[in-house]
Nanobody, 119 residues
Framework: QVQVVESGGGLVQPGGSLRLSCVAS????????MSWYRQAPGKERELVAI???????YHADSVKGRFTISKGNAKNTVHLQMNSLKPEDTAVYYC?????????????WGQGTQVTVSS
C-alpha cells in the first residue's frame, strides 16, 4: 500500500505565496520522479511541474518564473513554492509519485489539496 499526501493548500490573495508539500510513503518499489498536477473547475487536469530523482525539473509555461518545484530533504518528498499567485491558479493540486516505467506500475496519486486565489 502506497500513500501520497499533499499539504499546504488554502486561500490566498492575488500576488501572494503558498508552499505545497507532498510525501509518498508505504510499500514503494522505487520513485524516479514526482510531479504536481492541477485541475480547475470545468477544466482538464494539467501538468504543473516535475522533478526527477536526479534533480532535473520541468515547469509548465503558465507557471514558469512563479512556481518552483524541489525535492525535499526526506526521501520521496517534494515541494511546490508558488509565488505571485493569480486567480487563474485556483485549482485542486495533486501530487504524483512515478515508479520506473520498467516496473509496470502506474503512478501513485494523492487526494489533492485546494488552492484558492481570491481577494
Amino acid at each position: 500500500q502506497v500513500q501520497v499526501v499533499e499539504s499546504g493548500g488554502g486561500l490566498v490573495q492575488p500576488g501572494g505565496s503558498l508552499r505545497l508539500s507532498c510525501v509518498a510513503s508505504g510499500s514503494i518499489y522505487s520513485i524516479v520522479a514526482m510531479s504536481w498536477y492541477r485541475q480547475a473547475p470545468g477544466k482538464e487536469r494539467e501538468l504543473v511541474a516535475i522533478v526527477t530523482e536526479g534533480g532535473t525539473t520541468y515547469h509548465a509555461d503558465s507557471v514558469k518564473g512563479r512556481f518552483t518545484i524541489s525535492k525535499g530533504n526526506a526521501k520521496n518528498t517534494v515541494h511546490l513554492q508558488m509565488n505571485s499567485l493569480k486567480p487563474e491558479d485556483t485549482a485542486v493540486y495533486y501530487c504524483t509519485a512515478s515508479p520506473p516505467a520498467t516496473s509496470g506500475l502506474t503512478d501513485y496519486w494523492g487526494q489533492g489539496t485546494q488552492v484558492t486565489v481570491s481577494s
